[in-house]
Every structure is written in C-alpha cells, then in structure tokens.
C-alpha cells in the first residue's frame, strides 16, 4: 500500500541530511561511516524497523537503508533518530531506485543484502518489476562481495516462486529456503522482523524466506 505523502518530510530530510547519501558521485561506503566495517543494504526500506533494529543490534556492522518513496525515507529517518536519541553512527538513508544501484555503489561493496516484503507485481506482464528478477539478482551480484548472502522475505506465495526460479538461472546457490519462517523455532534464531512481518503473521498469514549466496 502507497503511504500517502506527508507534508513535513522533505523539511526533515533537509534537516537531518547528513543521514542521507548524496549520489552526484560514485559512493565509497567507507567514506559514508566513522569505523570501517561489514556493510549491509535493505532495499525497500519501509518504515525501517527492519533496518533500525539490525543496527541496534549489530553495532559492529554499517547498514543502509534504501526507499524509493522520499515520505517513507522521511518517517524512517524520524524513526531512527528517535529511537538512537540522535543520529544513528551506523545507518545511513537512500532514497533511489533499485535499477540505479550500480551507478551509485562501487561492485564488490555489501557484504550482504535484504528484500523484504518487496513489491509482488502480481500481473505476469510486470514480472520485470520484481525485484527478484534476473536482471536485478544480477545487479546484486555485482555489488555483493564474495560469498555475500541475498535474504528475501515475503507473504506472496507467487513472488516466492517466482524467485526460485529465477534463482536457477543466475550466480546464486540457494542456501536456505522455507514456505512456513514461523513454522519451526531454529528458524526464528536471531530473526527481526518487518512491521509487514509482524502484521501478516499476526494474521496467520506464512512468512516465505530465502537465503542465497553467491557463487563467484
């Protein structure tokens, strides 16, 4: 579901700015953070509960945190700072496409990346828009380091085949998968979940997951 647009969020993000990435120039990530360390990417992006727990969590790791909608960017930053009591040191914001990644990162930059709860396209003549397709899961690849890991959430059974097959065709192995997360509790070890997560499980919706590393 769009979030409608909320007025205040272009004056916050020009607020807090310096949690923003600018993207004129190509990004060197251990230029954008006060120590140099492993670098995680969500994109889609959402709220960012996601996103803001993992750095909690994981202070000895740099995370970004990307949306293409700037509201959404707007109420994830407000998110963040209030729950940090500040600016957070290891999370930064982008507010761009998943097809310009590689116009803004440098290959061989995240040591890991997560979809969660991304965009279905449910009609077959979007299938090019999910973000699981092989073009993008090539783009990812590029921008992954060795043995960089792709974990991908979703409640949209569809969506979770469809990324199987995709997933055949490119430099991935498949590495975990399940139709049912919530099903066994080694599955929930060290699990965060989305504010979707929690609403579709709340629901009795299955949470569907992949874990895929690559392979070069």
């Given at each position: 579901?769009?979030?409608r647009n909320k007025n205040w969020t272009k004056e916050y993000i020009e607020k807090n700015n310096s949690l923003m990435i600018k993207t004129e120039n190509k990004v060197m990530v251990e230029n954008l953070f006060e120590k140099t360390q492993k670098t995680y990417l969500e994109i889609g992006c959402g709220k960012g509960q996601f996103i803001i727990k993992n750095a909690i969590k994981y202070e000895n790791q740099n995370y970004i945190a990307m949306e293409k909608e700037t509201t959404v960017i707007g109420i994830a930053i407000k998110k963040a700072i209030e729950t940090f009591k500040g600016h957070?040191?290891?999370?930064?914001?982008?507010?761009?496409?998943?097809?310009?990644?590689?116009?803004?990162?440098?290959?061989?930059?995240?040591?890991?990346?997560y979809l969660n709860f991304s965009d279905p396209w449910p009609k077959k003549k979007h299938y090019k828009k999910r973000l699981t397709y092989i073009c993008f899961l090539n783009i990812y690849e590029k921008l992954l380091k060795k043995d960089g890991l792709i974990?991908?959430?979703?409640?949209?059974?569809?969506?979770?085949?469809?990324?199987?097959?995709?997933?055949?065709?490119?430099?991935?192995?498949?590495?975990?998968s399940t139709n049912d997360l919530y099903k066994y509790e080694k599955?929930?070890?060290?699990?965060?979940?989305?504010?979707?997560?929690?609403?579709?499980?709340?629901q009795n919706k299955t949470i569907n997951k992949l874990v895929i590393k690559k392979i070069r």
């Open positions: 579901m769009r979030l957070p040191k290891n999370l930064k914001f982008l507010n761009c496409y998943a097809e310009k990644l590689l116009d803004i990162f440098l290959e061989n930059t995240f040591d890991g990346i974990e991908i959430k979703t409640d949209n059974d569809n969506l979770y085949e469809f990324s199987l097959e995709q997933i055949k065709d490119s430099n991935f192995e498949l590495i975990f599955n929930l070890v060290n699990n965060i979940a989305t504010e979707y997560e929690e609403k579709f499980h709340s």
